[in-house]
């Protein structure tokens, strides 16, 4: 089993920036791709962005490309979500995520793809 906790979250002025962390533990063997969803009132879980664990391949959805990027301290199950550039739209629980696995399917911007959640933390941006 893995356990997931995010942190980072909070309250920032439209146009700022804030950075998400994300740290996996429990089985301490394993190496997991990772990955970065949000959900905000009212919508769907959504895609952000997504990581395998050697950190050579990465996506972000093209409703952030450009201004949040992923990284991951390397040879470690942690991983960022560097966000600039912060919009109202962002507004949103993000929730990190993990597979079972050290690359990305095909599917990676699916939810189904992952096998561990995180509690989420709460970004909010006013305007």
């Known amino acids: 089993q893995v356990q997931l906790v995010e942190s980072g979250g909070g309250l920032v002025q439209a146009g700022g920036s804030l950075r998400l962390s994300c740290a996996a533990s429990?089985?301490?063997?394993?190496?997991?791709?990772m990955g970065w969803f949000r959900q905000g009132p009212g919508k769907e879980r959504e895609f952000v962005a997504a990581i395998s664990w050697s950190g050579t391949s990465a996506y972000v959805a093209s409703s952030v490309s450009g201004r949040f990027t992923i990284s991951k301290d390397s040879g470690e199950n942690t991983v960022h979500l560097r966000m600039n550039s912060l919009k109202s739209e962002d507004t949103a629980v993000y929730y990190c995520?993990?597979?079972?696995?050290?690359?990305?399917?095909?599917?990676?911007?699916?939810?189904?793809?992952?096998?561990?959640w995180g509690q989420g933390t709460q970004v909010t941006v006013s305007s």
């Open positions: 429990g089985r301490t063997f394993s190496r997991n791709a």
């Open positions: 995520a993990a597979r079972d696995d050290r690359y990305l399917n095909d599917r990676y911007y699916e939810k189904t793809s992952y096998d561990y």
